[in-house]
């Protein structure tokens, strides 16, 4: 099946900083969202983003379908962006799209 | 408009019980999937339904089974519990069958199994 890394797995940010995280995947996508998992459990879709690049907020995300990876990019980051954020990847397989296949995720600290 | 819910947030039960966790889905979306996730696992595809059947399923043992009601609600059980069924059950729902126009997700229950 499709593998999803994501790195770093661990990033500790002072208050203010910006940052990058990498999603790679190993086969086509149809489609590729980011979420956040905040500290109760919740997961929070971020971006629908297969291809191109989008932009929300302080938030924005690439993604590269011939290269098989996506970047999700914080600017001037605050105390609230705490938590997972995960890669979740579909394919078109024989009946259709397949379920999302998560990355293992990057967990961001921002400290004040 | 309201978004996925999930009922209970939170449950405790012995080994060997059974267990059923229920997800109301977005109004309009038909496809509810179901999700497990631990510490050691990361976040693993348990099934997905979709106009009340079954059209995909993970890696599970059977003792995890699921259904869909023709409203679109979706309950999943857990039979014969063990400790290692202590996870975090998230559902999501989508407008159709597949990933295809992403999946918003619930709160989640919490199982904890003593």
């Known amino acids: 099946g499709i593998q999803v890394e994501q790195s770093p797995p661990d990033l500790i940010l002072q208050e203010g900083a910006n940052s990058t995280l990498r999603c790679n995947f190993s086969?086509?996508?149809?489609?590729l969202q980011w979420f956040h998992q905040n500290p109760w459990g919740q997961l929070i879709n971020l971006f629908y983003?297969?291809?191109g690049t989008k932009q929300n907020g302080r938030l924005s995300a690439t993604t590269v379908a011939t290269e098989r990876y996506s970047l999700l990019y914080i600017s001037s980051s605050q105390t609230t962006d705490s938590g997972v954020y995960f890669c979740a990847v579909s394919i078109y397989g024989n009946s259709g799209n397949t379920p999302l296949v998560f990355g293992k995720g990057t967990r961001l600290s921002v400290i004040a | 408009k309201a978004g996925v819910t999930q009922t209970p947030r939170y449950l405790i039960k012995t080994r060997g019980q059974q267990v059923t966790l229920s997800c109301s889905p977005i109004s309009g979306h038909r496809s509810v999937s179901w999700y497990q996730q631990t510490p050691g696992q990361g976040l693993q595809f348990l099934f997905e339904y979709f106009s009340e059947t079954q059209r995909n399923k993970g890696n599970f043992p059977g003792r995890f089974s699921g259904r869909q009601f023709s409203n679109s609600r979706s309950e999943m059980n857990v039979s014969t519990l063990e400790l290692g069924d202590s996870a975090l059950y998230l559902c999501?729902?989508?407008?159709?069958?597949?990933?295809?126009?992403?999946?918003?997700f619930g709160s989640g229950t919490r199982l904890t199994v003593v």
């Open positions: 999501a729902s989508s407008l159709t069958a597949g990933a295809f126009y992403g999946y918003t």
């Open positions: 086969d086509s996508v149809n489609n």
């Open positions: 983003i297969p291809s």
